[in-house]
């Protein structure tokens, strides 16, 4: 197993077999956690990236199993931000110090193409990099975003296996997923996706699948979260993913993908009240907290037990950067666009 770690670490290369090796045996955690945090130090440096996240609406046409803004979810308060209210937050979240913002909402189709391009433009005029988690569009929606100024894009497969995705996301089809990822890279974002860690029916070898994938596409931005399981969806009482095997997988799409950015999600905190902070010190190097204000951060309810949700942006923001400095490292004053190494 030591010298699977020590190839990984040398030649940013795995086989499926070889990952699965390394996801099944805990014997050996700790040697991949110091390897992916020397490849992260290497490659991208002791720079975190903090990246504000806009929550702007929990209104889904869509009904994803796991989801708490699933359609059918009949327990949840919607709410749905003015385009000045979004303008505003990212304003607020510039004079903080933030360098991107994240606009991330359900699928909401009252926020057509007009009105995304208003708020994109004026967003740029605060100097901010953009980043969309808005869900499926067409081809020619994302080419309007990428010509109003939006940079990045971050669209989660969740999971590449097909028949798991089918049964998880009714009326949604995986070969679409995939050409809206295909779309984004060739319009020239900055693509983000990600997977669920623990999803009911998930098996290891479709986890070293959808990390070969991730390096197929070459994304730029890889996000993995536990399965958090929610009381109001119809898989509220099937098992959650655990912290651990989450932070394996961040470490191994360190490994082998070396010169990306790869966040410490919020929702590993849930399970971990250090989450964040260890897996910063497991291969992420990108925090993102919540800009959001008021009311709103409670009503954005993925899964239970979202952390920070009674706080002030301008709280979090001095208590991650706190915590950041505190562990030796820095937030970084770029755009934190990724640099391309390998």
């Known amino acids: 197993m030591r010298s699977l770690i020590e190839k990984a670490e040398k030649t940013h290369t795995l086989t499926k077999e070889e990952i699965v090796s390394i996801l099944k045996d805990d014997k050996y955690n700790e040697e991949l956690f110091k390897a992916a945090d020397r490849v992260r130090e290497k490659y991208v440096e002791n720079e975190v990236h903090l990246r504000g996240l806009i929550e702007f609406s929990n209104i889904c046409k869509q009904n994803c199993l796991y ?35 994240v606009l991330q909402s359900g699928e909401d189709d009252f926020f057509n193409v007009e009105r995304m391009i208003k708020i994109i433009k004026s967003i740029k005029e605060f ?111 099937e098992k959650g993913g655990t912290f651990e095997l989450t932070l394996k997988v961040v470490a191994i799409i360190r490994l082998l993908m070396p010169d990306i950015n790869i966040p410490a999600t919020t929702a590993m905190e849930t399970l971990n009240p250090n989450g964040r902070m260890i897996a910063l010190r497991c291969g992420a190097n990108v925090v993102m907290p919540n800009v959001t204000e008021g009311e709103y951060r409670k009503l954005y309810a993925l899964y239970p037990g979202k952390i920070c949700v009674a706080d002030t942006p301008a709280h979090c923001f001095s208590c991650i950067t706190a915590r950041i400095n505190s562990s030796g490292r820095v937030v970084s004053k770029s755009f934190g666009y990724r640099k391309k190494k390998v």
């Open 67 to 101: 989801c708490g803004l699933r359609r059918d979810n009949k327990n949840i308060e919607r709410y749905r931000l003015t385009p000045e209210q979004i303008i505003n937050f990212a304003k607020n979240a510039h004079n903080l110090g933030y360098k991107t913002v």
């Open 127 to 237: 100097d901010l990099a953009i980043t969309l988690s808005i869900g499926e569009k067409t081809r020619e929606e994302y080419e309007a975003y990428k010509k109003a100024g939006a940079d990045r894009y971050l669209l989660r497969i969740e999971t590449t296996d097909e028949e798991l995705y089918k049964k998880l996301h009714p009326g949604m089809s995986h070969k679409n997923r995939k050409r809206c990822l295909t779309d984004l890279k060739e319009l020239g974002y900055e693509v983000g996706t990600g997977c669920i860690i623990g999803l009911p029916e998930q098996t290891i070898e479709s986890i070293a699948d959808d990390i070969l994938f991730f390096k197929k596409i070459d994304a730029d931005m890889i996000g993995v979260g536990p399965f958090i399981p929610n009381p109001d969806t119809p898989l509220k009482n």
